[in-house]
């Protein structure tokens, strides 16, 4: 079964810095785009960031220059390098597969289960 | 950026009853367009992507259509397992958007 399974979530302060990363597995994880969209309390989804096959970056207005995006295909495990946090960034953050649904990246059919990033003094 | 609203906010219906949902967009985004369901303390579901094409394993019961700007995800005869939140999203333009959501809750 295809599975993403997010990990180093917690409580951090204000300024501070934490790393996500996204285990793959069962499924080629070289060969597709990822993503990781978050989802604050009692609100929405919010997309942060995508890295493609070859590792090209996208980021949301809001994170760029803060966060960033990689991958380590060689252990089938995405990142997500949050520097200079804010109150704002709380949130549950999913990773998510990309369909590549004709080439295009933006169709996310996978998702993990999610891990919670709390940013408070 | 653009921006998706989703209409209406709640919908409160009882199961066997069909759901009507809308999504629209403040400029075209051809039918680069996905719905996603929510339930609580869940990661969301791929239900439908390019406006009208069911995901792996999804029910026949959900359907989209819609093109341009306006959008609708249909689910016929309401299983309980269905209420939830519904989220569309479009993948024409950078930023990737997603709309408010619509919850869909028991009567």
């Known amino acids: 079964e295809v599975q993403l399974v997010e990990s180093g979530g917690g409580l951090v302060q204000p300024g501070g810095s934490l790393r996500l990363s996204c285990a793959a597995s069962?499924?080629?994880?070289?060969?597709?785009?990822m993503n990781w969209v978050r989802q604050a309390p009692g609100k929405g989804l919010e997309w942060v960031s995508s890295i493609t096959s070859g590792g090209i970056t996208y980021y949301a207005d809001s994170v760029k220059g803060r966060f960033t995006t990689s991958r380590d295909n060689s252990d089938n495990t995405l990142y997500l390098q949050m520097n200079s946090l804010r109150g704002e960034d709380t949130a549950v953050y999913f990773c998510?597969?990309?369909?590549?649904?004709?080439?295009?990246?933006?169709?996310?059919?996978?998702w993990g289960q999610g891990t919670m990033v709390t940013v408070s003094s | 950026e653009i921006v998706l609203t989703q209409s209406p906010a709640t919908l409160s219906l009882s199961p066997g009853e069909r759901a009507t949902l809308s999504c629209r967009a403040t400029q075209s985004v051809g039918n680069y367009l996905a719905w996603y369901q929510q339930k609580v303390g869940q990661a969301p579901r791929l239900l439908i992507y390019d406006a009208s094409n069911r995901a792996t394993g999804i029910p026949a019961r959900f359907s989209g259509s819609g093109s341009g700007t306006d959008f609708t995800l249909t689910i016929n005869s309401l299983e309980p397992e269905d209420f939830a939140v519904y989220y569309c999203q479009q993948r024409s333009h950078w930023p990737l958007t997603f709309g408010g959501g619509s919850k869909v809750e028991m009567k």
């Open positions: 998510a597969k990309d369909g590549g649904v004709r080439g295009i990246l933006g169709t996310l059919d996978i």
């Open positions: 069962e499924f080629t994880f070289s060969s597709y785009d």
